[in-house]
């Protein structure tokens, strides 16, 4: 049984006083709650005050982004023995405003996650189409595309290390959601071609996120779906309240 994975991408939010604030909030919020897996991903210059205090907790910390390379003359980048340092267990790699607004491309995106797993962290890779490709039914030729070569040379041992996050560009922070006969059937689409990839144990075992626009109201809905194993969180994990309430809500479903 897949363990579901609930993850807050706080993006270019929150300083360290706030990091702390919402941190101890939430903490106190979901410290009885085992059986959902929770990450926090605070900017980079909160991750060792956050660590600090979800140390011996049931929250895990993440990283928005890391280098391929653990040193070098590389300004404004971090590496991935970094976070490791600082007490991250997940990093995320390849968010859609990482493609949009920075360049990514899957070739950056694997070599990313190549140096993550060496360094022991487990890897959220993203992957996602845009309203345009999805208006011209292409979802799946772009989610094949970013799967395919997001993972290139990734043992199937090392699946077991990686999160894959569905998010349909068209649904995070434009208040159009994807329904969730929409999300379980990437969600499923993923999960075959990570069967043709590898073999059935691997498939069966990943977890794969959805990510567009989650919030309380809609995480059961999603979340019902077979193929749906957590959340990437965006707005709603900036306020203790809500993203407590969607944790509560998928640990009541009981899936893990």
């Given amino acids: 049984m897949r363990i579901p994975i609930i993850a807050g991408n706080w993006k270019m939010h929150k300083t360290v ?16 709650i085992e059986d959902v897996e929770t990450v926090l991903c605070p900017p980079f ?7 600090e205090m979800i140390m011996d907790t049931n929250i895990k910390l993440g990283a928005q982004n890391c280098y391929w390379l653990n040193e070098g003359a590389y300004t404004g980048e971090i590496a991935p023995k970094m976070l490791k340092s600082v007490g991250c267990a997940y990093v995320i790699i390849g968010h859609s405003e990482r493609r949009a607004m920075f360049g990514e491309t899957n070739e950056t995106v694997n070599k ?49 290390n990686i999160v894959i996050a569905y998010e ?47 919030k309380p109201d809609n995480v059961e809905g999603i979340m019902k779906e077979a193929d749906v194993d957590g959340a990437l969180v965006g707005g709603a994990s900036l306020k203790a309240d809500s993203f407590a309430d969607l944790i509560k809500k998928t640990n009541a479903l009981g899936k893990g």
């Fill in 17 to 32: 006083d706030e990091s702390i604030e919402l941190t101890n909030a939430i903490k106190r919020s979901i410290y009885e």
């Fill in 45 to 51: 210059t909160s991750l060792s005050d956050v660590n």
């Fill in 112 to 160: 990313k996650i190549v140096a993550a797993l060496k360094e022991g962290l487990k890897p959220i890779m993203c992957v996602g189409e845009k309203l345009k490709e999805r208006e011209a039914n292409k979802t799946f030729d772009v989610i094949k595309d970013h799967v395919e070569g997001g993972l290139k040379g990734i043992a199937g041992e090392d699946m077991k």
């Fill in 168 to 214: 349909p560009v068209w649904a995070i922070g434009t208040g159009k959601i994807a329904t969730p006969k929409q999300a379980e059937e990437v969600h499923k689409f993923i999960r075959e071609l990570i069967l043709k990839m590898y073999d059935k144990s691997v498939a069966e075992a990943l977890r794969i996120q959805y990510g567009g626009s989650v």
